[in-house]
């Protein structure tokens, strides 16, 4: 046995919402609660799965157990064994990769929860828990020979202090040591349990919690965004930039952006596009944004070592990737955006073409993108870019503004997912990406000329 654990909060952690809905329609289905909800309650569940834990749902979570009184055990662990396979498709992919963690560290697995012990033991079992510290329903065996509940709690109510004190009697007869052990809870009534650990975590946090985490300087994870992403009330700064972005490229040029249908509306895909510009990232914003994700893109270390530049990059979710360092960090930060359900946008070219390099019709890029399509099986999304290099040139230190007649117009073209990627032979694979790009430009793009010495000298650096 470890000498170590890692607690887990079932609710708005390993969940990303509630579990009560689940649980009660698996009950009302068995017979053993009526189908109709109390009233308000959905109510209650709404502010929860928005703001957390309250008293009153904690209060309707107690008088739950009178509720049970005189139904068998037996029923209810079948009604639980069946909610187990639809709770399971709603852990976050973010949540799975933190038990994944903590299972690598040695730690043995513990969800501790206020929901009763009879609901959530399928539930952890079938996602590898090694036990489960919860909530639990006195029973009683009748006459009749059948275990039922008696409507009284078995110990105190598993929920604050009360969820410090069962976590505290199963790690002494475990021989846990809590401060070598982890916790993870979004909830401010879980601070007690966080406290007295020696690794906490703050897993989707409460508005309350939020703060007392930052404090302390204790982890503070998202479970639908990346590490380093701030959020409040469920809004994080890219939905500032959704709302501002049209305006400011407005400002620059007109888009003529189709095919964002083919941005899946949940789960991970590479939009892989052609670089021309430094104007380039506001184009594959207005197409991800406007496809109703968030872009989790790759930026150079350079853009990441500016003073306010590179904290609006770390707030967006961007991926720094550092030439000079560590270039496998890039690629695993992508690999877990990826894994968590994320859009990732490369540009496979990696930088932007100079010279004559520039104007080749034929596209070639580095085998990073088709390498993140064969780890994670995500589809591959092309998208052609075209006019940006007229914003803002890459010889000039500034995008210039659209004038009031003729602005220019930025073309952006996405396509369906790239097929026929083997994920074997990954340089066969890039060509058939790239290609994929190309076949999104205008003709011209696509036809091979002799450009002249002013066009040449604009894809140089000032």
Known sequence: MGASAA????????LATSSAPVLHDALAEAG???????????????????FGETAPSMALARAAALGARGKAVSEMIAAAERAAQRLESLVAPRARMLVDEQRRKGRLLVMAT???EHLVTPLAKRLGFDDVVATRYATRVGEDGVARFTGRLDGGFVWGVGKLLAVRRWAKASQINLADSAAFSDSVYDLALLSSVGEACAVNPDVRLAPIARLRRWR?????????????????????????LPCFAAGFARFDISGLQNIPREGPAIVAANHRSYFDPVAYGLAVLGAGRYPRGLAKKELFDAPVLGKLLEAAGAICVDREGKSSDAYEQALEALRAGEVVVIAPQATIPRGEAFFDPELRGKTGTARLAAATGAPVLPLGLWGTEVVWPRSSRLPRPAGPVNPPVV????????????????????????????????PEGRVRRTPSPEELARTFPP
């Open 32 to 50: 053993i609660v009526s189908g109709r909800s109390l009233p308000g309650t959905s109510l209650l569940v709404g502010v929860y799965n928005r």
């Open 7 to 14: 607690f887990f909060d079932l609710d708005r952690t390993l």
């Open 114 to 116: 206020t929901t009763p």
């Open 220 to 244: 503070v994870v998202n479970l639908d965004a990346p590490e380093g992403v701030p959020k409040a009330f469920g809004v994080e700064p890219l939905d500032a930039v959704k709302v501002v």
């Open 411 to 442: 073309t952006v073209r996405v396509g369906p997912p790239v097929s026929g990627l083997g994920g074997v032979d990954v340089e066969s694979d890039t060509r058939r990406i790239m290609a994929s790009i190309s076949e999104l430009l205008p």
